[in-house]
């Protein structure tokens, strides 16, 4: 199978949902010895920005989105491994995490797939997160990125904790924060001295390419 007809396999897959073909292709791409992070780009990625082009413009919904996901961590997680070290190196890291006190993921966990398929390289610190770990991680792993989200106007101000403590820790100046969630705003995100709100998960992923 020529590289071009493996590539839209692995896009049409993840457009589709089907995560079976995005294995398959996956493998296949392996066995062309094609670079596998052009799979991923041109293929996985290419797929999932489609889908999260249709979700911002509600042209598909929430459950739509999450099957695509399931569907392009299935060829992830053949293609990541065969990654040059190297090629690793050059990727911005990022995480996302649901503060402390806080339960609700759909959000971070479409936010966490618009940034893989944006690029990053992301770590999902999962919800109900301490705050005193996301502070001593993003310095520890030296990340690039963190997008803090909450459903819940009581856990709002574990966001500017992060951020004071971020400040405290001397790292603030080499970390982006991008906060989301329904009772945020970009006012609040201003006042807790935080660098972005986003409207929804593609605004996250594309403020930030663009900020990095």
Known sequence: M??????????????????????????????????PLDAINNGLVRGMSIIGD???????????????AKT???????????????SMKDMKKCATAVVEGDVHDIGKNIVKTMLTAGGFVVTDWGK???LDKIIKETKSEKLDAVAL??????????????????????????VKICIGGAPTSPSFAKEIGADHRDANAQDCANWLKEAL
Do not use: F
């Open 128 to 130: 109900d997160v301490p």
């Open 72 to 86: 392009m961590y299935a060829g992830l997680d053949l293609l990541l491994p065969a990654i040059p070290k190297a």
């Open 2 to 35: 020529s590289k071009e007809k493996i590539l839209n396999k692995l896009s049409e897959a993840v457009v589709t949902g089907k995560p079976n073909l995005a294995e398959e292709g996956a493998k296949e791409a392996l066995a062309a010895k094609m670079d």
């Open 149 to 174: 989200s909450t459903l819940m106007t009581p856990t709002m101000d574990g966001m500017k904790t992060v951020v004071d403590g971020l400040v405290e820790s001397g790292y603030r100046k080499k």
């Open 54 to 68: 249709k979700y911002a413009a509600r042209q598909v919904y929430l459950p739509q989105v999450l099957m695509s």
